[in-house]
């Protein structure tokens, strides 16, 4: 194991306690809130009245920025940022990408910077407390340091981490996730396990204890899916879920782990910027194609990976059940299905090697092992 | 799984980087501080001039207060709250027992109250800045709210929780646990497992993830035990033992579980009031003892034990095998190990009763019951 500094203050509150949300920024000495939210979802579902009374008890003023996509784009972050300098903290009221366009939000507001300022760079000073109502599992985002969003004329989708981007509270109430339409629960499901692959095999070492613990969450990933897909009211698999998502990206996996690279997701950025494609739905498609390009360079974690998750003895085997599992919940595995054809995979190629070093990722992502990479996944 | 709340603030530094407690420190914008520690062995390693370096390299002026046992005690601890009314911060170095005392001390330097107040009700208001820097991983007592104080004139073994406990940031330095004989690690082993274990078997739910978690980490534990029980400096097995009891006792296990039991300590805990038996060794006498009591009342999740750590079928199986492996450590199995004869055991019952109301158990645990336990335990 290497020595590691592990520090999450975000406070998790997992049940129906979304009515709590005034109380808890009231007892901050909040009196302004900038509510942050997608599209009609939270109206359709009574949320929104929910936090609206909750707040407006407490006598919190609310500004109101809506119409987050689910790919959070800069611009759209530009216009929540104006509005942001006349409160005193961000409340945000949705998904992942909610979450992610509210973080760098709060932070721009109180570093005088643009927003994307931070996403090229500039470390932040301050930023505005930040509070989360979270209604679907899959980023991860309710607890930890990071923040994505797309330049939309650029085609960039970029991340940058900060301590002060770990929300203050996080109310989970997977409840809310029993509505979705099942490609959600699909694509969320994806993007949990790649949170946990990525780590898994591209760390820099592999204890024991950090083995377990990410197959742990992959099966648990795994179990839960299959029985939301059979009874979506599944509460028990809706609450353990949300904490494989909680888990796989909240730092505990990459404890001790030393330096991890994140290639299937440097891959995947590249082809929601370039084509808007849903993440998960992106994912599933590149990280069976990387797994196949990794097992002729080193099959050794695979092996340990198809052992434990599918109870299969060769790492070809792994990566087949990986692809059936994906297949099976209706997640896309292939560029095809994406309505990319292989004659754009240069291009694709091209944005993700531009984009590549400011993964410090390791230097063998070449444009031609790249193409190579996405070759695996044009059947 | 059930509705929970997750909280810990605490800062983990894993690594030898005890010389940065000073910068720390100062950096909080503390000019003073209680130093509690135990007795010679941190002076010997080098440890406590190092510490004390760091501390006046930043003009922090220190008040000692050493001497503190490894049940640590009430007239003890009093001391060092008379002491702790002239600093702003504690910083303890040295195992859990150095921990827990310095806790009590913290927050009641700052509740204007007694220390025994603590354990028995008073809920305390405010607490000195605690900061650790640990030189034995078992107690988990370095990113966890508890505190557990013996009053030796009582013979009471109490514990109490308060989110003012948690430390603000703790070094785990793992090396120095190199230099400490084997019945030290044996122990150690012991409490880790029996911390993970009461989770396991007296939550009121069981979700599969918290399932392989807790197994995951009574693996791990065995599995570096015994590494390093063939190579005292094996650094990655003490690192990796070091997170077994981190983890096993910060909360993570009994995430969404319910309400938990601890029979098992407080068993242990009037072993250790009425005879200074080891925490360790009183845990590995009373775990099997416990175990054949419940395996004829529920044998179910004791199964899954007996499968999933020692690939046995059945549960008498597992239980004789975790037996097989804390004597094959060097850990006691028995009573009569510990030098109490079966004519004590109402004596030790009647204890335990009258603290069981402390522990909020349920009422399962009639002097019979218990008589029957530690029974189990006369071999």
Known sequence: MKPFIYHNPTKLIYGEKQDLIGKILGESGH???????????????????????????????????????????????????????????????????????????????????????????????????????????????????????????????????????????????????????????????VDIIAHTIEVYFNAEVHPNIQNRFAENIILSTIETTEKLLKNQNDLDARYEFALCSTWALNGLTKIGVGDVDFPCHMLEHSLSALYDTPHGAGLSVVIPAWLKWLVKRDDSQIRGFAKAVFNKDSAAEGIEELEKWFRKIGSPISLNELDISKKEINKIAQNIYKTSLRWRMSDIYTVNVIEDILNNAIH
Chains 1, 2 share one sequence.
């Open 31 to 189: 009196k302004s809130v900038l509510l942050v939210y997608g599209r009609n979802s939270i109206k359709k579902n009574g949320l929104y009245d929910e936090v609206v009374k909750s707040l407006r008890d407490e006598n919190i003023e609310i500004i109101e920025h809506s119409g987050v996509s689910s790919n959070p784009t800069l611009s759209h972050a530009r216009e929540g940022l104006e509005k942001a300098k006349k409160v005193t903290s961000v409340l945000a009221v949705g998904g992942g990408s909610v979450v992610d366009e509210s973080k760098a939000i709060a932070a721009a507001a109180l570093s005088n910077c643009d927003i994307w300022e931070l996403f090229t760079g500039k470390v932040p000073t301050y930023a505005l407390d930040l509070y989360v109502i979270l209604t679907i599992s899959a980023t991860g985002s309710e607890m930890n340091d990071g923040a994505v969003l797309t330049n939309e004329k650029t085609d960039e989708k970029f991340s940058y981490k900060s301590k002060l981007n770990y929300p203050k509270v996080s109310i989970i109430n997977p409840k809310f996730a029993c509505s979705l339409p099942n490609d959600y629960l699909a694509y969320s499901a």
